[in-house]
């Protein structure tokens, strides 16, 4: 999860982007939200407009619906904050610096299989007091598995790199340079050991493990019992027997879990998407004032 090199295709560092931002759209109009509008003179409106529109940019309000998902999750908590989150495949922690920003009176549990990665993860665990690191992998069965470890460690996982990672990763960024086998906890037995019942926010970043550590949630999810999940979902073949993004979406449609956006979508050069953070909750999403 550290910052990869130019034209990254896989995993970016998770950041919490300002509430203002500029991006370039295709149509290389410019246009200001509503928000914005409110706060600036009509004057100055139009000579930011026309500003950005010569620079091909426009402003793009955080706050609305699929933007942040940090915004988005604390809009869905609305008057009841995260009590518990889980941080699977925390990496050296750089997510999880920005949950406890957002949400610091959360229990956290980050886990991280791979030895240096978790060194990393435990120091800024050991910053505060709320937050415990583990040192394993989630999956759907309690026990054991070979961890592959590639050549950019945030692109380690439990699954081989499929034949076909070549053509959108950058090259050897998931060259196999050896394997670790390390433990495995199923979602829900973790949960019980540490006495957990409810799960207020499962972020999963697992490299295509995440439909098996959905699996491995049991009860938890059948029963409504995670109130939000942000997971990673990949949309071309990066690992041999990963999940595609339409199985994750199917099984979580079947337990009444709702898509409420899709952020940080890489792509590919021709312009496809190759994968993203999706973003699902249990209850329809309430409108945004």
Excluded at 89 to 111: E, K, R
Excluded at 115 to 137: E, G, M, R, Y
Excluded at 240 to 262: K, N, S
Aim: glycine residues 6%; proline residues 10%.
């Amino acid at each position: 999860m550290h910052r990869p090199p130019p034209v990254p295709l896989m995993r970016r560092p998770r950041t919490k982007p300002p509430r203002v931002t500029l991006r370039q759209p295709p149509n290389k109009t410019s246009a200001l939200s509503p928000h914005m509008k409110r706060l600036l003179p009509p004057a100055l409106r139009r000579a930011l407009r026309g500003t950005m529109a010569r620079l091909g940019y426009d402003i793009v309000n955080r706050r609305e619906w699929g933007r942040d998902w940090l915004n988005d999750t604390a809009t869905l908590c609305g008057a009841h904050p995260p009590k518990v989150i889980l941080d699977v495949g925390a990496n050296a922690g750089q997510c999880l610096q920005h949950l406890v920003q957002a949400f610091p009176q959360a229990t956290i549990h980050s886990f991280e299989p791979f030895p240096s990665a978790f060194a990393s993860l435990q120091k800024v665990a050991a910053a505060h007091p709320n937050v415990t690191a583990h040192p394993l992998a989630l999956g759907e069965a309690d026990g054991e598995k070979t961890l592959h470890l590639n050549r950019s460690d945030y692109t380690n996982s439990l699954l081989a790199t499929a034949p076909e990672a070549s053509a959108y990763a950058p090259p050897g960024w998931q060259e196999t340079q050896g394997l670790l086998r390390v433990p495995v906890r199923r979602l829900d037995t973790f949960c019980k050991e540490h006495g957990l019942t409810q799960v207020d926010l499962l972020k999963v970043d697992a490299q295509g493990y995440e439909l098996r550590i959905l699996q491995g949630a049991g009860a938890l999810l059948d029963e409504h019992r995670i109130r939000c999940l942000l997971l990673e979902v990949l949309f071309v073949p990066l690992y041999e027997g990963q999940a595609f993004f339409h199985e994750i979406y199917e099984h979580l449609w079947h337990r009444h879990y709702h898509l409420v956006g899709l952020y940080e979508i890489n792509r590919a050069p021709d312009g496809s998407a190759t994968w993203a953070d999706a973003l699902f909750v249990h209850h329809q999403p309430p409108r945004r004032p």
